[in-house]
């Protein structure tokens, strides 16, 4: 296998907590033991939201655990190319408009549930004539795009939970463009991983659902999908998720608690895997560690005083 390259994606809209720790780590120790890049990945194609402090204090972070990137990218630079993207697949009519409001949509999604039908999007939009669509945008309406999915089962093994399945006909077709021209996190992200060339693809598990789609959105474009890894998520010791919202657990403020980085690492990299949570002072030998195969299904606990036992051992 060649030199991984992999990439670490927020969105710069808050501090990083512990939880975003666990899966920059993983990549970054990942690409550290086999030689390969780290890629830290601005997702801050929402402008409102976006905030350059954020961006900042998130590159603060990552340099005091230790875990620098080897190269920073920034979508909000990168439109044209999604642009590009997004007329190829109309091109071939994988990207089609669509008119229906939420509203309308919703109406569809009850009358479907309550005829015990799964609430998929019918693919109505296909049948619009172009007289159809010229009265409806003289109405004042304005399109989203939908990115029309192959009716098959999409297969992949995953690095941690093995192989992976789902048909895609029990999925809607995603909508990819907004009706103001914006673009949702699905097409931007697999542009820049083609781009990138980025070898796996290793997040929280709350990223499994998107995987069928992506990897036909890859295909789609021309590409061969990376390599996916997902990882189980941390809660707090109640079970709790964590949010930005947990400031006490973000990393600026472990940091300004006086905790080292190192602790950290152990704990956010060693929690739900069959490795016992210990210290682990040099980040190569936390590294050689790391084994997405005994990462467990179940979330990973995190507990507060555990990671001042472990700070205490430093």
Not at 193 to 209: F, K, P
Not at 248 to 258: K, W
Not at 265 to 273: I, R, T
């Amino acid at each position: 296998m060649s030199t991984p390259r992999v990439r670490f994606a927020p969105s710069p809209t808050g501090r990083l907590h512990i939880g975003n720790a666990r899966t920059a780590l993983l990549n970054a120790l990942f690409a550290r033991r086999a030689g390969g890049t780290f890629i830290l990945r601005f997702d801050d194609t929402d402008l409102e939201r976006s905030r350059p402090e954020y961006a900042t204090a998130i590159e603060e972070d990552l340099a005091w655990l230790g875990i620098p990137p080897d190269l920073v990218v920034r979508q909000s630079e990168r439109f044209s190319f999604y642009d590009e993207a997004a007329d190829r697949l109309r091109s071939v009519g994988r990207l089609y408009a669509c008119y229906e409001t939420q509203e309308e949509l919703e109406f569809r999604r009850r009358r479907q549930l309550a005829r015990g039908l799964p609430p998929i999007y019918d693919r109505a939009a296909l049948s619009l004539s172009d007289d159809d669509r010229r009265k409806l945008e003289a109405e004042g309406r304005r399109p989203h795009w939908r990115f029309k999915l192959d009716h098959r089962t999409i297969e992949w093994q995953d690095m941690v939970r093995g192989a992976g399945h789902v048909e895609c006909a029990s999925l809607s077709d995603p909508v990819l463009v907004r009706e103001d021209g914006t673009y949702l996190y699905t097409l931007p992200s697999v542009v820049d991983d083609i781009a990138l060339a980025v070898s796996h693809v290793i997040r929280g598990e709350d990223h499994v659902t998107n995987t069928a789609v992506q990897i036909q959105l890859f295909e789609a474009l021309g590409a061969a999908p990376p390599i996916f890894a997902h990882h189980n998520l941390l809660t707090t010791a109640s079970g709790e998720g964590l949010s930005k919202r947990l400031g006490h657990l973000s990393l600026s403020s472990l940091r300004e608690s006086g905790l080292e980085p190192a602790a950290v690492a152990s704990l956010a990299v060693l929690v739900g895997s069959a490795e016992a949570v210990r210290a682990v002072a040099d980040l190569d030998q936390l590294a050689a560690l790391v084994d997405f195969a005994h990462i467990s299904r179940a979330p990973a606990r995190f507990d507060e005083a555990e990671l001042d036992q472990l700070n205490a051992h430093l």
